[in-house]
């Protein structure tokens, strides 16, 4: 069975940085790109960072760049979001999911994990 | 890539059928997927490449259309279907969705 489960998320002041995680299981995690997808309290979807499955191409957000950097761990089946200069519109719920093999949609998702950006 | 959803939001009954139309500011072939998003849950993928149903998906479920006019039709809507729905398009990066569609039964 799939799984992936997030963790990491926790209150942090403006301009405070924190490293979420998320733990795959269940399928050959080398083989899969990985993304990280947000939802701010009440609003909609909105594409964070991917990763390639070998780690050698990465993008971003506009609205994270410079600020965002997203890894994995093969060897441990762990992918990462490291996250700096965080702004209050930064608070969110922090989805990793899965982009299915034809690079055509996300197959499966984390639970979630709640960011929380206030002074 | 913008992604323009409409309607925001629509109350229909059980057995209506459904329709949520998704407009991209540039083409972007058949690279869009739908997703169905219910309170407190993570989304869930329904229709990829436009139109290709995601195993396990009810048959109720359909998308169709390509460049920059899509649909997503729910032939005859059930009480399990209540829920947000969102389009994607993966044609490039950076990927971007579309601001969701409340779907309510009355």
């Known amino acids: 069975e799939v799984q992936l489960v997030e963790s990491g998320g926790v209150l942090v002041q403006p301009g405070g940085s924190l490293r979420l995680s998320c733990a795959a299981s269940?399928?050959?995690?080398?083989?899969?790109?990985m993304h990280w997808v947000r939802q701010a309290p009440g609003k909609g979807l909105e594409f964070v960072s991917a990763?390639?499955?070998?780690?050698?191409?990465?993008y971003y957000a506009n609205s994270v760049k410079g600020r965002v950097t997203i890894s994995r761990d093969n060897s441990k089946n762990t992918l990462f979001l490291q996250m700096g200069s965080l702004r209050v519109e930064d608070m969110a719920v922090y989805f990793c999911?899965?982009?299915?093999?034809?690079?055509?949609?996300?197959?499966?998702w984390g639970q979630g994990t709640l960011v929380t950006v206030s002074s | 890539i913008q992604l323009t959803q409409s309607p925001s939001s629509l109350s229909a009954s059980v057995g209506d059928r459904v329709t949520i139309t998704c407009r991209a500011s540039?083409?972007?072939?058949?690279?869009l997927a739908w997703y169905q998003q219910k309170p407190g849950k993570a989304p869930k993928l329904l229709i990829y490449?436009?139109?290709t149903l995601q195993s396990g998906v009810p048959s109720r479920f359909s998308g169709s259309g390509s460049g920059t006019d899509f649909t997503l039709t729910i032939s005859s809507l059930q009480p399990e279907d209540s829920a947000t729905y969102y389009c994607?398009?993966?044609?490039?990066?950076?990927?971007?969705f579309g601001g969701g569609t409340k779907v309510e039964i009355k």
């Open positions: 999911a899965r982009m299915g093999i034809g690079g055509d949609g996300y197959d499966y």
């Open positions: 269940g399928f050959t995690f080398s083989n899969y790109g």
């Open positions: 990763i390639s499955n070998n780690g050698r191409s990465t």
């Open positions: 540039q083409g972007i072939s058949s690279y």
């Open positions: 490449a436009a139109s």
């Open positions: 994607q398009q993966l044609n490039n990066y950076p990927l971007t």
